[in-house]
């Protein structure tokens, strides 16, 4: 199995930023599209960014031009940077791994991460 740590979360005033990593237990690493989820009580669980093995990015529309994710496959570590967070970006924060075996697609999730944007 892969297991996946969330860490960076805490508290940060509206306008601020973090930084949050995910560091994974699987050798082969390089292999996985990685990505960034966020869940707020009551709401859908929602896609933030995620980066494929290639290097390719993708962002929801609500984060773009604030948040950069990236990975460093050396350190089988993927980091999302949040810069300029909004209140309603209270989450928590849940670090994804997937890849596809014989046409289907697996997952594995963190254990999650608390971000809160307050004053």
């Known amino acids: 199995q892969v297991l996946l740590v969330e860490s960076g979360g805490g508290l940060v005033q509206p306008g601020g930023s973090l930084r949050l990593s995910c560091a994974a237990s699987?050798?082969?690493?390089?292999?996985?599209?990685m990505g960034w989820y966020r869940q707020s009580p009551g709401k859908q669980r929602e896609l933030v960014a995620d980066?494929?093995?290639?290097?390719?990015?993708n962002y929801a529309d609500s984060v773009k031009g604030r948040f950069t994710i990236s990975r460093d496959n050396a350190k089988n570590t993927v980091y999302l940077q949040m810069n300029s967070l909004k209140p309603e970006e209270t989450a928590v924060y849940y670090c994804?791994?997937?890849?596809?075996?014989?046409?289907?697609?697996?997952?594995?999730w963190g254990q999650g991460t608390q971000v809160t944007v307050s004053s």
């Open positions: 980066i494929t093995s290639g290097g390719s990015t």
């Open positions: 699987t050798i082969v690493f390089s292999i996985y599209t």
């Open positions: 994804n791994a997937r890849h596809w075996v014989v046409g289907i697609r697996n997952d594995y």
